[in-house]
Nanobody, 117 residues
Framework: QVQLVESGGGLVQPGGSLRLSCAVS????????MAWYRQVPGKQRDVVAT???????VYADSVKGRFALSGDNAKSTVYLQMNSLQPEDTAVYYC???????????WGQGTQVTVSS
């Protein structure tokens, strides 16, 4: 079965950086999209960055120029490099895999990112 495991979250001061990882296992999909979302309590889960099957990346306006999504196929891992972090970036971050043809989305368990002085 497909499993996604996020790691790399933690507490960081404003202006700092973190790199989140999402390790994918059990996937036999050859075409899929990977994405990072974030969610704060009481609010909906919002997309942060998406990598399409062709390798194109799309970012939410709020993180453009600060966050970078990348992947390592050999390690079956995607990364979210987050720079210039601000308190409003505080959230639980989730990664998602969406196969094509679409059947369902696969989510990780989330990793907490807290930006605070």
């Amino acid at each position: 079965q497909v499993q996604l495991v996020e790691s790399g979250g933690g507490l960081v001061q404003p202006g700092g950086s973190l790199r989140l990882s999402c390790a994918v296992s059990g996937s036999s999909f050859s075409i899929y999209t990977m994405a990072w979302y974030r969610q704060v309590p009481g609010k909906q889960r919002d997309v942060v960055a998406t990598m399409t099957a062709t390798g194109n990346t799309v970012y939410a306006d709020s993180v453009k120029g600060r966050f970078a999504l990348s992947g390592d196929n050999a390690k079956s891992t995607v990364y979210l490099q987050m720079n210039s972090l601000q308190p409003e970036d505080t959230a639980v971050y989730y990664c998602k895999l969406s196969p094509w043809p679409f059947t369902r989305d696969y989510w990780g368990q989330g990793t907490q990112v807290t930006v605070s002085s």
